[in-house]
Protein backbone atom coordinates (compact mmCIF):
# COMPACT_ATOMS: atom_id res chain seq x y z
CA UNK A 1 0.00 0.00 0.00
CA UNK A 2 3.14 2.36 0.98
CA UNK A 3 4.56 1.77 -2.27
CA UNK A 4 1.88 2.37 -4.28
CA UNK A 5 0.45 5.69 -2.81
CA UNK A 6 4.49 6.97 -3.12
CA UNK A 7 3.62 5.95 -6.66
CA UNK A 8 0.68 7.70 -6.86
CA UNK A 9 2.59 10.96 -5.58
CA UNK A 10 5.68 10.90 -7.41
CA UNK A 11 4.18 11.08 -10.88
CA UNK A 12 2.82 14.47 -10.39
CA UNK A 13 5.55 15.08 -8.08
CA UNK A 14 7.99 14.35 -10.98
CA UNK A 15 5.65 17.06 -13.93
CA UNK A 16 5.97 19.70 -11.20
CA UNK A 17 9.45 19.46 -10.93
CA UNK A 18 10.50 19.40 -14.94
CA UNK A 19 7.65 22.26 -15.53
CA UNK A 20 9.86 24.26 -12.78
CA UNK A 21 13.15 23.46 -14.63
CA UNK A 22 11.89 24.00 -17.57
CA UNK A 23 10.77 27.30 -16.78
CA UNK A 24 14.30 28.33 -15.44
CA UNK A 25 15.61 27.12 -18.39
CA UNK A 26 13.57 29.11 -20.41
CA UNK A 27 14.17 32.29 -18.26
CA UNK A 28 17.97 31.61 -18.43
CA UNK A 29 18.12 31.49 -21.96
CA UNK A 30 15.52 34.55 -22.12
CA UNK A 31 17.97 37.75 -23.13
CA UNK A 32 16.47 41.01 -22.86
CA UNK A 33 19.19 42.45 -25.18
CA UNK A 34 18.23 40.33 -27.37
CA UNK A 35 14.71 40.95 -27.74
CA UNK A 36 13.40 43.55 -30.49
CA UNK A 37 10.37 44.56 -28.54
CA UNK A 38 12.43 45.44 -25.37
CA UNK A 39 12.78 48.99 -25.18
CA UNK A 40 16.28 50.54 -26.92
CA UNK A 41 17.89 51.67 -23.31
CA UNK A 42 16.92 48.44 -21.38
CA UNK A 43 18.21 46.15 -24.48
CA UNK A 44 21.23 48.54 -23.74
CA UNK A 45 21.68 48.29 -19.92
CA UNK A 46 21.07 44.56 -20.13
CA UNK A 47 23.49 43.59 -22.48
CA UNK A 48 25.94 46.41 -20.63
CA UNK A 49 25.14 44.44 -17.42
CA UNK A 50 26.74 41.19 -18.72
CA UNK A 51 30.00 42.38 -20.65
CA UNK A 52 33.51 42.23 -19.13
CA UNK A 53 36.30 45.28 -19.31
CA UNK A 54 37.98 42.83 -22.31
CA UNK A 55 34.26 43.02 -24.30
CA UNK A 56 33.80 46.10 -23.76
CA UNK A 57 37.22 47.32 -25.11
CA UNK A 58 36.71 45.38 -28.35
CA UNK A 59 33.65 47.42 -28.98
CA UNK A 60 35.67 50.57 -29.08
CA UNK A 61 38.13 48.94 -31.64
CA UNK A 62 37.74 49.35 -35.12
CA UNK A 63 41.03 48.04 -37.32
CA UNK A 64 41.67 47.45 -40.71
CA UNK A 65 40.17 44.80 -43.22
CA UNK A 66 43.51 43.21 -43.74
CA UNK A 67 44.61 42.35 -40.67
CA UNK A 68 40.59 41.00 -39.73
CA UNK A 69 40.04 37.38 -39.76
CA UNK A 70 36.87 35.52 -37.83
CA UNK A 71 39.53 34.08 -34.93
CA UNK A 72 40.79 37.85 -34.64
CA UNK A 73 37.08 38.73 -34.31
CA UNK A 74 36.48 36.43 -31.59
CA UNK A 75 39.48 36.61 -29.64
CA UNK A 76 39.48 40.38 -29.22
CA UNK A 77 35.68 40.65 -29.30
CA UNK A 78 36.19 43.17 -32.03
CA UNK A 79 33.51 45.97 -32.50
CA UNK A 80 34.19 47.30 -35.87
CA UNK A 81 36.32 46.82 -39.13
CA UNK A 82 37.13 49.35 -41.89
CA UNK A 83 38.13 49.71 -45.68
CA UNK A 84 40.62 52.37 -46.05
CA UNK A 85 40.97 54.08 -49.50
CA UNK A 86 41.65 51.18 -51.81
CA UNK A 87 41.97 47.96 -49.38
CA UNK A 88 39.54 45.90 -51.38
CA UNK A 89 39.01 41.98 -50.91
CA UNK A 90 40.62 41.43 -54.30
CA UNK A 91 40.80 43.72 -57.60
CA UNK A 92 37.92 44.34 -59.26
CA UNK A 93 35.71 42.72 -56.53
CA UNK A 94 32.22 41.43 -57.37
CA UNK A 95 29.88 42.31 -55.00
CA UNK A 96 29.73 38.85 -53.68
CA UNK A 97 33.22 38.89 -53.02
CA UNK A 98 32.87 41.84 -50.73
CA UNK A 99 29.58 40.06 -49.29
CA UNK A 100 31.36 37.08 -48.29
CA UNK A 101 34.16 38.85 -46.85
CA UNK A 102 32.08 40.73 -44.72
CA UNK A 103 30.39 37.72 -43.32
CA UNK A 104 32.66 35.70 -42.41
CA UNK A 105 34.02 38.60 -40.13
CA UNK A 106 30.78 39.46 -39.22
CA UNK A 107 30.15 35.43 -38.72
CA UNK A 108 33.52 35.74 -36.18
CA UNK A 109 31.85 38.62 -34.32
CA UNK A 110 28.80 36.66 -33.77
CA UNK A 111 30.52 33.64 -32.33
CA UNK A 112 31.11 35.16 -29.17
CA UNK A 113 30.35 35.04 -25.74
CA UNK A 114 27.01 37.27 -26.27
CA UNK A 115 27.43 37.17 -30.09
CA UNK A 116 27.80 41.28 -30.54
CA UNK A 117 27.37 42.07 -34.24
CA UNK A 118 30.55 44.26 -35.85
CA UNK A 119 29.99 46.89 -38.29
CA UNK A 120 31.71 47.18 -41.26
CA UNK A 121 32.63 50.84 -42.09
CA UNK A 122 34.08 52.22 -46.00
CA UNK A 123 34.87 55.83 -47.19
CA UNK A 124 31.86 56.39 -50.21
CA UNK A 125 31.92 59.65 -50.50
CA UNK A 126 31.48 60.20 -53.92
CA UNK A 127 29.45 57.05 -54.81
CA UNK A 128 30.78 53.99 -53.23
CA UNK A 129 34.21 55.05 -54.91
CA UNK A 130 35.94 51.77 -53.70
CA UNK A 131 34.29 49.03 -55.13
CA UNK A 132 34.72 48.59 -59.10
CA UNK A 133 31.33 49.05 -61.14
CA UNK A 134 30.05 51.31 -58.93
CA UNK A 135 28.14 55.00 -59.71
CA UNK A 136 31.01 57.48 -59.08
CA UNK A 137 28.98 60.39 -58.12
CA UNK A 138 30.45 64.26 -58.34
CA UNK A 139 32.79 65.17 -55.77
CA UNK A 140 30.86 67.60 -52.99
CA UNK A 141 32.61 70.82 -54.58
CA UNK A 142 30.31 70.06 -57.42
CA UNK A 143 27.01 69.37 -55.56
CA UNK A 144 27.50 72.56 -53.65
CA UNK A 145 27.68 73.83 -57.64
CA UNK A 146 23.89 72.43 -57.85
CA UNK A 147 22.30 74.30 -55.02
CA UNK A 148 19.92 71.16 -54.80
CA UNK A 149 19.77 69.30 -51.52
CA UNK A 150 16.65 67.34 -53.03
CA UNK A 151 19.33 65.60 -55.10
CA UNK A 152 21.93 65.41 -53.09
CA UNK A 153 19.65 63.30 -50.28
CA UNK A 154 18.79 60.95 -53.79
CA UNK A 155 22.63 60.35 -53.94
CA UNK A 156 22.54 59.26 -50.53
CA UNK A 157 20.32 56.58 -50.76
CA UNK A 158 21.47 55.55 -54.34
CA UNK A 159 24.60 55.56 -52.02
CA UNK A 160 23.59 53.26 -49.46
CA UNK A 161 22.31 50.69 -51.41
CA UNK A 162 25.41 50.31 -53.03
CA UNK A 163 27.08 50.31 -49.94
CA UNK A 164 24.34 47.45 -48.75
CA UNK A 165 25.02 46.33 -51.92
CA UNK A 166 28.96 44.76 -50.61
CA UNK A 167 27.07 44.01 -47.29
CA UNK A 168 28.85 46.90 -45.79
CA UNK A 169 26.65 49.03 -43.10
CA UNK A 170 28.69 52.48 -42.50
CA UNK A 171 29.67 55.02 -44.70
CA UNK A 172 32.25 57.42 -43.75
CA UNK A 173 29.99 60.59 -44.66
CA UNK A 174 29.23 63.45 -45.58
CA UNK A 175 31.97 65.35 -45.18
CA UNK A 176 30.66 68.99 -43.84
CA UNK A 177 33.99 70.89 -43.17
CA UNK A 178 33.67 74.46 -44.80
CA UNK A 179 36.56 74.92 -46.89
CA UNK A 180 37.60 78.70 -46.54
CA UNK A 181 41.25 77.99 -48.32
CA UNK A 182 41.05 76.06 -52.08
CA UNK A 183 45.10 75.40 -51.15
CA UNK A 184 43.54 72.48 -48.68
CA UNK A 185 44.01 69.08 -50.75
CA UNK A 186 40.33 68.22 -49.17
CA UNK A 187 38.84 71.34 -50.38
CA UNK A 188 37.02 68.89 -53.35
CA UNK A 189 35.13 67.00 -50.29
CA UNK A 190 33.97 70.13 -49.19
CA UNK A 191 30.90 71.55 -50.74
CA UNK A 192 31.82 75.20 -50.32
CA UNK A 193 32.81 77.70 -48.67
CA UNK A 194 29.41 79.31 -47.45
CA UNK A 195 28.40 77.05 -44.15
CA UNK A 196 24.59 77.78 -45.41
CA UNK A 197 24.98 75.73 -48.51
CA UNK A 198 27.62 72.94 -46.59
CA UNK A 199 24.04 72.89 -43.68
CA UNK A 200 21.65 72.75 -47.05
CA UNK A 201 23.81 69.76 -48.13
CA UNK A 202 23.54 67.70 -44.81
CA UNK A 203 20.34 66.43 -46.58
CA UNK A 204 22.93 63.22 -47.29
CA UNK A 205 22.59 62.11 -43.97
CA UNK A 206 18.67 61.16 -44.46
CA UNK A 207 19.48 59.63 -47.89
CA UNK A 208 22.16 57.39 -46.47
CA UNK A 209 20.47 56.71 -42.99
CA UNK A 210 16.19 57.22 -43.88
CA UNK A 211 14.18 59.99 -42.92
CA UNK A 212 14.09 60.68 -38.85
CA UNK A 213 10.82 59.45 -37.47
CA UNK A 214 8.40 62.28 -36.20
CA UNK A 215 8.64 61.59 -32.70
CA UNK A 216 12.67 61.14 -32.52
CA UNK A 217 14.68 62.43 -29.39
CA UNK A 218 17.11 65.29 -30.52
CA UNK A 219 20.84 63.39 -30.54
CA UNK A 220 19.18 59.74 -30.89
CA UNK A 221 20.53 57.94 -34.30
CA UNK A 222 18.53 56.66 -36.70
CA UNK A 223 19.06 54.21 -39.33
CA UNK A 224 15.78 52.77 -41.14
CA UNK A 225 17.33 49.06 -41.71
CA UNK A 226 18.91 46.82 -44.42
CA UNK A 227 18.75 49.25 -47.10
CA UNK A 228 20.26 52.27 -45.20
CA UNK A 229 23.58 53.17 -43.60
CA UNK A 230 24.95 54.54 -40.62
CA UNK A 231 26.50 57.93 -41.66
CA UNK A 232 29.70 60.03 -39.96
CA UNK A 233 29.46 63.55 -40.23
CA UNK A 234 33.57 64.59 -40.52
CA UNK A 235 35.78 65.98 -39.63
CA UNK A 236 34.95 67.38 -36.02
CA UNK A 237 35.59 70.40 -35.91
CA UNK A 238 37.52 73.20 -38.16
CA UNK A 239 39.19 71.29 -40.42
CA UNK A 240 38.14 73.43 -43.61
CA UNK A 241 39.96 76.22 -41.96
CA UNK A 242 43.12 75.46 -41.60
CA UNK A 243 46.41 78.19 -41.90
CA UNK A 244 47.50 78.68 -45.47
CA UNK A 245 44.90 75.32 -46.62
CA UNK A 246 47.44 72.90 -45.16
CA UNK A 247 46.11 69.40 -44.18
CA UNK A 248 45.64 68.28 -40.71
CA UNK A 249 47.39 72.17 -39.47
CA UNK A 250 45.60 74.54 -36.99
CA UNK A 251 42.75 76.46 -37.42
CA UNK A 252 43.76 79.76 -36.27
CA UNK A 253 39.87 81.53 -35.09
CA UNK A 254 38.05 82.94 -31.88
CA UNK A 255 35.24 80.47 -30.72
CA UNK A 256 32.50 82.73 -32.26
CA UNK A 257 34.07 82.09 -35.50
CA UNK A 258 34.41 78.95 -34.76
CA UNK A 259 30.84 78.17 -34.25
CA UNK A 260 29.54 80.64 -36.69
CA UNK A 261 31.69 79.17 -39.60
CA UNK A 262 31.96 75.63 -38.87
CA UNK A 263 29.41 74.36 -36.20
CA UNK A 264 26.04 74.92 -37.95
CA UNK A 265 26.27 71.39 -40.25
CA UNK A 266 26.75 69.62 -37.28
CA UNK A 267 23.98 70.78 -35.53
CA UNK A 268 21.29 70.22 -38.98
CA UNK A 269 23.81 66.38 -38.99
CA UNK A 270 22.72 65.66 -35.58
CA UNK A 271 18.75 67.31 -35.83
CA UNK A 272 18.70 64.64 -38.64
CA UNK A 273 19.63 61.40 -36.74
CA UNK A 274 23.19 61.47 -38.00
CA UNK A 275 25.11 57.78 -36.18
CA UNK A 276 28.60 58.96 -35.90
CA UNK A 277 30.40 61.65 -36.07
CA UNK A 278 34.57 61.55 -37.02
CA UNK A 279 37.19 63.84 -35.22
CA UNK A 280 39.77 65.99 -36.63
CA UNK A 281 43.17 65.70 -37.13
CA UNK A 282 43.11 69.30 -37.32
CA UNK A 283 44.04 71.95 -34.20
CA UNK A 284 41.91 74.29 -33.15
CA UNK A 285 44.31 77.44 -32.07
CA UNK A 286 47.33 75.03 -31.48
CA UNK A 287 45.07 72.31 -29.24
CA UNK A 288 44.74 69.03 -31.45
CA UNK A 289 40.71 68.14 -31.55
CA UNK A 290 41.31 64.29 -31.25
CA UNK A 291 42.14 65.50 -27.51
CA UNK A 292 39.92 68.05 -27.27
CA UNK A 293 37.16 67.34 -24.06
CA UNK A 294 35.74 70.82 -23.96
CA UNK A 295 34.54 70.18 -27.65
CA UNK A 296 34.12 66.62 -28.16
CA UNK A 297 32.32 65.80 -24.60
CA UNK A 298 31.36 69.56 -23.56
CA UNK A 299 30.01 70.72 -26.73
CA UNK A 300 29.31 68.10 -29.33
CA UNK A 301 28.12 65.44 -26.76
CA UNK A 302 26.80 67.62 -23.24
CA UNK A 303 25.59 70.70 -25.31
CA UNK A 304 24.38 69.33 -28.78
CA UNK A 305 22.95 66.26 -26.46
CA UNK A 306 24.95 63.76 -29.54
CA UNK A 307 23.90 60.21 -28.61
CA UNK A 308 25.81 58.38 -31.41
CA UNK A 309 29.50 57.35 -31.54
CA UNK A 310 32.53 60.00 -31.76
CA UNK A 311 35.35 58.08 -33.96
CA UNK A 312 39.09 58.62 -34.63
CA UNK A 313 40.18 59.20 -38.03
CA UNK A 314 42.73 56.89 -39.62
CA UNK A 315 45.75 56.69 -36.70
CA UNK A 316 43.79 59.70 -34.95
CA UNK A 317 44.98 59.40 -31.67
CA UNK A 318 48.54 58.38 -32.73
CA UNK A 319 48.72 61.88 -33.91
CA UNK A 320 48.08 63.97 -30.92
CA UNK A 321 51.40 63.77 -30.38
CA UNK A 322 54.17 65.42 -32.74
CA UNK A 323 56.25 62.98 -33.90
CA UNK A 324 53.41 60.67 -34.83
CA UNK A 325 52.80 57.58 -31.49
CA UNK A 326 55.64 59.34 -29.29
CA UNK A 327 54.20 58.67 -26.47
CA UNK A 328 51.29 56.21 -27.20
CA UNK A 329 50.25 55.83 -23.75
CA UNK A 330 49.69 59.71 -23.31
CA UNK A 331 47.81 59.43 -26.45
CA UNK A 332 45.26 56.67 -25.63
CA UNK A 333 44.50 58.59 -22.13
CA UNK A 334 43.95 62.31 -23.76
CA UNK A 335 41.98 60.10 -26.89
CA UNK A 336 39.79 58.42 -24.64
CA UNK A 337 39.21 60.86 -21.80
CA UNK A 338 38.50 63.93 -24.83
CA UNK A 339 35.28 62.01 -25.72
CA UNK A 340 36.05 59.43 -28.54
CA UNK A 341 34.21 56.09 -28.26
CA UNK A 342 35.40 54.25 -31.14
CA UNK A 343 39.01 53.95 -31.89
CA UNK A 344 39.85 53.57 -36.03
CA UNK A 345 43.49 52.24 -35.12
CA UNK A 346 43.74 50.55 -37.55
CA UNK A 347 46.63 48.50 -37.60
CA UNK A 348 48.43 47.58 -34.52
CA UNK A 349 45.54 47.04 -32.62
CA UNK A 350 46.71 45.00 -29.52
CA UNK A 351 48.95 47.61 -28.22
CA UNK A 352 46.03 49.74 -27.89
CA UNK A 353 43.57 47.08 -25.69
CA UNK A 354 46.57 46.02 -23.95
CA UNK A 355 47.67 50.45 -23.00
CA UNK A 356 43.47 50.73 -22.60
CA UNK A 357 42.85 47.82 -20.33
CA UNK A 358 46.26 48.38 -18.05
CA UNK A 359 44.74 52.37 -17.70
CA UNK A 360 41.04 51.39 -16.87
CA UNK A 361 42.85 48.49 -14.28
CA UNK A 362 44.95 51.60 -12.98
CA UNK A 363 42.50 53.88 -12.74
CA UNK A 364 44.00 56.37 -14.85
CA UNK A 365 41.19 56.21 -17.13
CA UNK A 366 37.25 55.90 -15.50
CA UNK A 367 34.74 52.72 -15.50
CA UNK A 368 32.35 55.46 -16.92
CA UNK A 369 34.09 56.91 -20.04
CA UNK A 370 34.27 53.40 -21.15
CA UNK A 371 30.62 52.32 -20.76
CA UNK A 372 29.64 56.34 -22.33
CA UNK A 373 31.59 54.64 -25.13
CA UNK A 374 30.23 51.77 -25.24
CA UNK A 375 26.83 52.11 -24.45
CA UNK A 376 26.88 54.95 -27.59
CA UNK A 377 28.37 52.38 -30.16
CA UNK A 378 25.83 49.43 -28.83
CA UNK A 379 23.01 52.05 -29.28
CA UNK A 380 23.94 52.87 -33.07
CA UNK A 381 24.16 48.42 -33.25
CA UNK A 382 20.92 48.54 -32.00
CA UNK A 383 19.11 51.25 -33.70
CA UNK A 384 20.43 49.93 -37.13
CA UNK A 385 18.85 46.19 -36.67
CA UNK A 386 22.00 44.63 -36.67
CA UNK A 387 21.22 42.11 -33.66
CA UNK A 388 18.52 41.05 -35.95
CA UNK A 389 19.76 41.14 -39.37
CA UNK A 390 23.36 41.07 -39.06
CA UNK A 391 24.63 39.69 -42.32
CA UNK A 392 24.69 40.30 -45.48
CA UNK A 393 21.54 40.84 -47.68
CA UNK A 394 23.13 39.26 -51.26
CA UNK A 395 19.79 40.11 -52.95
CA UNK A 396 21.07 43.91 -53.17
CA UNK A 397 24.32 43.12 -55.24
CA UNK A 398 22.25 44.51 -58.62
CA UNK A 399 21.95 47.96 -57.01
CA UNK A 400 25.82 48.05 -57.45
CA UNK A 401 26.36 50.35 -60.16
CA UNK A 402 22.71 50.21 -61.63
CA UNK A 403 21.33 52.17 -64.21
CA UNK A 404 19.06 53.97 -62.43
CA UNK A 405 21.71 55.37 -60.10
CA UNK A 406 23.96 56.43 -63.02
CA UNK A 407 21.35 58.26 -64.84
CA UNK A 408 20.96 59.82 -61.23
CA UNK A 409 25.08 60.47 -61.13
CA UNK A 410 24.30 62.04 -64.74
CA UNK A 411 21.57 64.35 -63.28
CA UNK A 412 24.18 65.19 -60.75
CA UNK A 413 26.82 66.30 -63.04
CA UNK A 414 25.17 68.98 -65.63
CA UNK A 415 23.57 70.55 -62.67
CA UNK A 416 26.77 70.58 -61.52
CA UNK A 417 28.45 72.09 -64.19
CA UNK A 418 29.09 76.19 -63.89
CA UNK A 419 29.32 78.25 -66.98
CA UNK A 420 31.75 80.60 -66.25
CA UNK A 421 31.99 82.60 -69.77
CA UNK A 422 30.13 81.78 -73.02
CA UNK A 423 31.19 83.73 -75.95
CA UNK A 424 33.49 86.33 -76.47
CA UNK A 425 30.62 88.75 -76.14
CA UNK A 426 27.25 88.08 -75.00
CA UNK A 427 25.93 88.59 -78.13
CA UNK A 428 27.79 85.50 -79.57
CA UNK A 429 27.06 82.56 -77.47
CA UNK A 430 29.41 79.36 -78.53
CA UNK A 431 27.31 76.82 -75.69
CA UNK A 432 24.75 74.96 -76.84
CA UNK A 433 27.65 73.49 -79.44
CA UNK A 434 25.88 72.49 -82.37
CA UNK A 435 25.66 68.38 -82.70
CA UNK A 436 25.76 68.63 -86.75
CA UNK A 437 29.10 69.77 -87.89
CA UNK A 438 31.20 68.60 -90.62
CA UNK A 439 34.42 67.73 -88.09
CA UNK A 440 35.12 68.49 -84.36
CA UNK A 441 38.41 68.66 -82.40
CA UNK A 442 38.94 67.01 -78.93
CA UNK A 443 41.85 67.62 -77.13
CA UNK A 444 43.54 67.71 -73.68
CA UNK A 445 44.70 65.61 -70.83
CA UNK A 446 41.22 65.05 -69.23
CA UNK A 447 39.09 64.58 -72.07
CA UNK A 448 39.53 60.47 -72.32
CA UNK A 449 40.77 59.73 -69.17
CA UNK A 450 38.39 58.24 -66.72
CA UNK A 451 40.51 58.01 -63.43
CA UNK A 452 40.93 61.93 -63.80
CA UNK A 453 37.49 63.05 -64.02
CA UNK A 454 36.88 60.91 -61.34
CA UNK A 455 39.60 62.79 -58.84
CA UNK A 456 40.72 61.43 -55.90
CA UNK A 457 39.06 58.40 -53.38
CA UNK A 458 38.29 56.12 -56.44
CA UNK A 459 39.03 52.84 -56.75
CA UNK A 460 42.56 53.79 -54.85
CA UNK A 461 42.86 56.14 -52.07
CA UNK A 462 44.96 58.97 -54.19
CA UNK A 463 42.77 58.05 -57.40
CA UNK A 464 44.45 56.09 -60.87
CA UNK A 465 44.83 57.26 -63.99
CA UNK A 466 43.57 55.97 -67.58
CA UNK A 467 40.06 54.21 -68.28
CA UNK A 468 40.68 50.97 -66.95
CA UNK A 469 40.10 51.51 -63.15
CA UNK A 470 35.95 50.89 -63.18
CA UNK A 471 33.10 51.10 -65.34
CA UNK A 472 32.09 54.61 -67.16
CA UNK A 473 31.82 57.03 -70.09
CA UNK A 474 34.79 59.95 -70.51
CA UNK A 475 33.82 63.30 -71.92
CA UNK A 476 35.25 62.13 -75.34
CA UNK A 477 33.14 59.08 -75.34
CA UNK A 478 30.29 61.08 -74.01
CA UNK A 479 31.27 63.46 -77.39
CA UNK A 480 30.87 60.60 -79.48
CA UNK A 481 27.57 59.14 -78.47
CA UNK A 482 26.26 62.92 -78.57
CA UNK A 483 27.29 64.15 -81.62
CA UNK A 484 25.43 63.47 -85.19
CA UNK A 485 26.28 60.07 -86.35
CA UNK A 486 27.89 62.18 -89.81
CA UNK A 487 29.64 64.23 -86.93
CA UNK A 488 33.71 63.26 -87.42
CA UNK A 489 35.74 63.42 -83.76
CA UNK A 490 39.01 63.94 -84.39
CA UNK A 491 40.58 63.24 -80.80
CA UNK A 492 44.34 64.40 -79.91
CA UNK A 493 45.67 65.01 -76.51
CA UNK A 494 47.86 68.17 -77.40
CA UNK A 495 47.98 69.22 -81.12
CA UNK A 496 50.00 71.44 -82.40
CA UNK A 497 48.81 74.82 -83.82
CA UNK A 498 49.49 73.76 -87.48
CA UNK A 499 47.42 70.69 -87.51
CA UNK A 500 44.49 72.48 -85.82
CA UNK A 501 44.77 75.14 -88.24
CA UNK A 502 45.26 73.11 -91.47
CA UNK A 503 41.88 70.33 -90.70
CA UNK A 504 39.03 72.82 -90.87
CA UNK A 505 37.31 72.02 -87.49
CA UNK A 506 33.91 73.26 -86.90
CA UNK A 507 35.16 73.86 -82.80
CA UNK A 508 37.04 72.54 -80.50
CA UNK A 509 36.46 70.73 -76.94
CA UNK A 510 39.40 70.60 -74.70
CA UNK A 511 39.57 69.24 -71.71
CA UNK A 512 42.09 69.99 -68.76
CA UNK A 513 42.55 70.50 -65.55
CA UNK A 514 44.32 68.85 -62.08
CA UNK A 515 45.70 65.45 -61.70
CA UNK A 516 43.72 63.25 -58.58
CA UNK A 517 44.81 63.27 -55.73
CA UNK A 518 43.46 62.99 -51.56
CA UNK A 519 44.27 64.98 -48.29
CA UNK A 520 47.53 66.13 -47.84
CA UNK A 521 48.92 65.09 -51.43
CA UNK A 522 46.29 68.03 -52.85
CA UNK A 523 47.88 70.53 -50.86
CA UNK A 524 49.36 73.26 -53.03
CA UNK A 525 50.79 76.76 -53.11
CA UNK A 526 49.93 77.65 -56.72
CA UNK A 527 47.09 75.75 -57.93
CA UNK A 528 47.96 75.23 -61.89
CA UNK A 529 46.43 73.18 -64.44
CA UNK A 530 49.13 69.86 -65.22
CA UNK A 531 51.19 70.00 -68.09
CA UNK A 532 50.48 70.45 -71.50
CA UNK A 533 47.03 71.73 -70.61
CA UNK A 534 48.14 75.79 -71.11
CA UNK A 535 49.81 74.90 -74.41
CA UNK A 536 46.98 72.74 -75.46
CA UNK A 537 44.56 76.35 -74.18
CA UNK A 538 46.85 78.31 -76.82
CA UNK A 539 47.76 76.12 -79.75
CA UNK A 540 43.74 74.76 -79.90
CA UNK A 541 42.01 77.72 -79.11
CA UNK A 542 43.97 80.18 -80.76
CA UNK A 543 43.17 78.65 -84.04
CA UNK A 544 39.48 77.46 -83.80
CA UNK A 545 36.39 78.40 -81.61
CA UNK A 546 36.97 76.62 -78.26
CA UNK A 547 35.19 75.65 -75.03
CA UNK A 548 37.70 74.55 -72.09
CA UNK A 549 35.98 72.18 -70.05
CA UNK A 550 37.98 72.23 -66.59
CA UNK A 551 38.21 69.08 -64.46
CA UNK A 552 39.44 70.17 -60.96
CA UNK A 553 38.86 69.62 -57.57
CA UNK A 554 38.67 73.35 -56.85
CA UNK A 555 39.15 76.82 -58.39
CA UNK A 556 42.73 76.42 -59.89
CA UNK A 557 44.23 79.38 -61.87
CA UNK A 558 42.59 80.57 -65.08
CA UNK A 559 42.90 84.29 -65.43
CA UNK A 560 45.66 83.65 -67.79
CA UNK A 561 43.86 82.24 -70.29
CA UNK A 562 39.57 83.14 -69.99
CA UNK A 563 40.68 86.35 -72.86
CA UNK A 564 41.74 83.25 -75.52
CA UNK A 565 39.03 81.28 -75.13
CA UNK A 566 35.37 81.41 -76.52
CA UNK A 567 33.67 79.14 -73.42
CA UNK A 568 34.77 78.28 -70.28
CA UNK A 569 32.89 75.56 -68.37
CA UNK A 570 34.23 74.45 -64.56
CA UNK A 571 33.22 70.46 -64.50
CA UNK A 572 35.00 69.59 -60.54
CA UNK A 573 35.30 65.96 -60.60
CA UNK A 574 32.22 64.33 -62.23
CA UNK A 575 32.93 61.14 -61.97
CA UNK A 576 32.02 58.13 -63.75
CA UNK A 577 29.18 59.90 -66.14
CA UNK A 578 30.68 61.90 -68.85
CA UNK A 579 27.59 61.83 -70.56
CA UNK A 580 26.09 64.68 -67.54
CA UNK A 581 29.12 67.01 -69.13
CA UNK A 582 27.92 66.67 -72.82
CA UNK A 583 23.91 67.11 -72.04
CA UNK A 584 24.67 70.81 -70.83
CA UNK A 585 27.67 71.32 -74.08
CA UNK A 586 25.37 70.63 -76.94
CA UNK A 587 21.74 71.63 -75.33
CA UNK A 588 19.96 68.97 -74.16
CA UNK A 589 19.72 70.64 -70.80
CA UNK A 590 20.56 73.88 -70.09
CA UNK A 591 23.50 75.18 -67.60
CA UNK A 592 21.98 76.24 -64.23
CA UNK A 593 25.18 75.62 -61.40
CA UNK A 594 26.40 78.57 -59.81
CA UNK A 595 29.77 78.85 -57.75
CA UNK A 596 29.71 77.87 -54.44
CA UNK A 597 33.01 78.89 -53.86
CA UNK A 598 34.86 81.91 -54.75
CA UNK A 599 36.96 81.47 -57.87
CA UNK A 600 40.32 83.74 -57.08
CA UNK A 601 42.44 85.50 -59.69
CA UNK A 602 45.72 84.74 -58.55
CA UNK A 603 46.52 82.81 -55.63
CA UNK A 604 48.31 85.22 -53.92
CA UNK A 605 44.62 86.35 -52.87
CA UNK A 606 43.87 83.85 -50.74
CA UNK A 607 42.45 83.23 -48.53
CA UNK A 608 39.58 84.93 -50.07
CA UNK A 609 35.93 84.51 -48.94
CA UNK A 610 32.94 86.11 -50.51
CA UNK A 611 32.36 88.79 -47.48
CA UNK A 612 35.96 89.76 -47.11
CA UNK A 613 37.36 93.34 -47.42
CA UNK A 614 39.75 92.36 -49.89
CA UNK A 615 37.18 90.52 -52.31
CA UNK A 616 38.40 90.88 -55.99
CA UNK A 617 37.41 87.52 -57.51
CA UNK A 618 37.99 86.41 -61.03
CA UNK A 619 34.69 84.81 -60.85
CA UNK A 620 32.15 85.76 -57.80
CA UNK A 621 30.87 83.18 -55.10
CA UNK A 622 26.86 82.70 -56.49
CA UNK A 623 28.31 83.58 -60.53
CA UNK A 624 27.12 81.27 -63.25
CA UNK A 625 25.74 81.98 -66.76
CA UNK A 626 22.33 79.94 -68.01
CA UNK A 627 21.50 78.32 -70.78
CA UNK A 628 18.68 77.32 -72.72
CA UNK A 629 17.92 73.56 -73.57
CA UNK A 630 17.60 73.54 -77.20
CA UNK A 631 14.57 72.92 -78.90
CA UNK A 632 13.23 69.69 -80.87
CA UNK A 633 16.47 68.12 -79.74
CA UNK A 634 16.75 64.27 -80.09
CA UNK A 635 18.13 63.06 -76.28
CA UNK A 636 21.19 61.08 -76.50
CA UNK A 637 20.90 57.19 -75.70
Avoid at 457 to 466: A, K, Y
Amino acid sequence: MGVERMRRFSRPMMFLMILCLSAAFTEAEYLKYKDPKQPLNVRIKDLMGRMTLEEKIGQMTQIERKIASPDVMKKYFIGSVLSGGGSVPAPKASAEAWVNMVNDLQKGALSTRLGIPMIYGIDAVHGHNNVYKATIFPHNVGLGATRDPELVKRIGAATALEVRATGIQYAFAPCIAVCRDPRWGRCYESYSEDHKIVQAMTELIPGLQGDLPANSRKGVPFVAGKTKVAACAKHFVGDGGTVRGIDENNTVIDYKGLLSIHMPAYLDSIRKGVATVMVSYSSWNGKKMHANQDLVTGFLKNKLKFRGFVISDWQGIDRITDPPHANYTYSVQEGILAGIDMIMLPEDFTAFIDDLTLQVKNNIIPMSRINDAVRRVLRVKFVMGLFEDPLADPSLANQLGSQEHRELAREAVRKSLVLLKNGKSAKNPLLPLPKKAPKILVAGTHADNLGYQCGGWTIEWQGVHGNDLTVGTTILGAVKETVDPSTQVVYMENPDANFVKTNGFSYAIVVVGELPYAEMFGDSTNLTMIEPGPSTIRNVCGAVKCVVVVVSGRPIVLEPYVSQVDAVVAAWLPGTEGLGVTDALFGNYGFTGKLARTWFKSVDQLPMNVGDSHYDPLFPFGFGLTTQPTKNTEMSK
